[in-house]
């Protein structure tokens, strides 16, 4: 769960799953003259779509500590075994429906506890407590998965989709984690997959809910995403029953923003 808390005290919360949708809509929209279409397309695409599918669970009861009066990000949601079933749940339905898929969300499931394997050098990556037996020994796993079905596919290509999907996941949380954008880049995004040089990507933004891209990757001009939400009036709760009952029964809406 994305957690944006307003000056007001209310809450916006936004689900991973929901934040990944608006990932696959940058993937299904990639590609122009300067950028190169992701291959394979529908593969691509599908893993920016699901790439946090292993939230489901998470989602269907998120957590609220009364004590602190707050309901927590989703880097503060610890990886216990529950929730690593869950991860591996994801990978091991997404590979069912599409190997190549789930392989990169395995990708970058892994990532996300390896500095996203260098792929991004800016923004850095959040600092995050040692890594528990739990989460190496899924990491140790998966990664072994990873290697032998790599023997089979183009190596070079993956990397750049793995790549690709990590600048997809920064494009959706830069819009789905900040309630007032400010200027940002990445470091470094790839062109295509011949051996090209990557390119730093700014986006500033030029009001509340317009973007400027430099350089544009998309096909269509402009490019609108968005995201849906639930707003909840106030973080206060006396007990986690009765914050759950307020986040069932808010109201989805819907954010957009114009990529120009």
Known sequence: MIIQKLADGSLVLITQTNHAEASGLFAANWGNDRFERPRPYQSAVRAAIYHDAGWYRYEAQPTYDVATKSTPNFPQVPADPTQLAAYQWAIDWLTEIDSYAGLLISRHRTGLWSQRYH??????????????????????????????????????????????????????????????????????????????????????????????????????????????????????????????????????????????
């Open 119 to 260: 792929a991004i050098s800016y923004p850095p990556m959040p600092s995050r407590r040692p890594l528990s037996d739990l989460v190496t020994a899924f990491m140790t796993r998966n990664e072994a998965r990873q290697e032998e079905a790599l023997k089979s596919l183009d190596r070079d290509e993956f990397t750049v989709n793995y790549h690709l999907l990590q600048v997809w996941d920064l494009l959706s949380l830069y819009i789905c984690s900040n309630a007032t954008l400010k200027e940002q880049y990445f470091e470094f995004v790839p062109a295509g997959y011949q051996k090209r040089e990557p390119v730093r990507m700014s986006l500033t933004p030029r009001d509340a809910d317009r973007i400027a891209l430099d350089p544009y990757p998309f096909a269509v001009r402009p490019l609108t995403v968005g995201y849906a939400y639930k707003h909840l009036a106030s973080h206060d709760f006396p007990s986690e029953p009765a914050f759950l009952d307020a986040y069932y029964a808010a109201v989805v809406q819907t954010k957009l923003f114009e990529f120009i």
